[in-house]
């Protein structure tokens, strides 16, 4: 099944910290960029980090510093550690695995939510 399925988030405390994993399926991993967007409530989607085939990262400047994207290729799973997490953190977090570059589709997972609340 061609798909992508994140897990990890929660509820955390301001200044803790929380690993996202997204695992892709069905897909030639190499072939698409994976990403990580978010989307608090009343608000639009943002970008938060992107990772390319070749590693090659990029993050919104309000993460920047405090949050890592990284990939595993043999596991097909993306990863986004987050750290020194605040408030305006909270979201709904979505992997996203772009494939358009090389004539593949655009996946997006269900979401998994993360709150900073103490």
């Known amino acids: 099944q061609v798909q992508v399925v994140e897990s990890g988030g929660g509820l955390v405390q301001p200044g803790g910290s929380l690993r996202l994993s997204c695992a892709a399926s069905g897909i030639i991993f190499n072939l698409y960029a994976m990403g990580w967007y978010r989307q608090a409530r009343g608000k639009q989607r943002e970008l938060v980090a992107t990772?390319?085939?070749?590693?090659?990262?990029n993050y919104v400047d309000s993460v920047k510093g405090r949050f890592t994207i990284s990939r595993d290729v043999a596991k097909k799973t993306v990863y986004l550690q987050m750290n020194n997490l605040k408030p305006e953190d909270t979201a709904v977090y979505f992997c996203n695995a772009d494939g358009r570059r090389y004539g593949r589709n655009d996946l997006w997972g269900q979401g998994t939510q993360v709150t900073v609340s103490s």
């Open positions: 990772i390319t085939s070749s590693d090659s990262t």
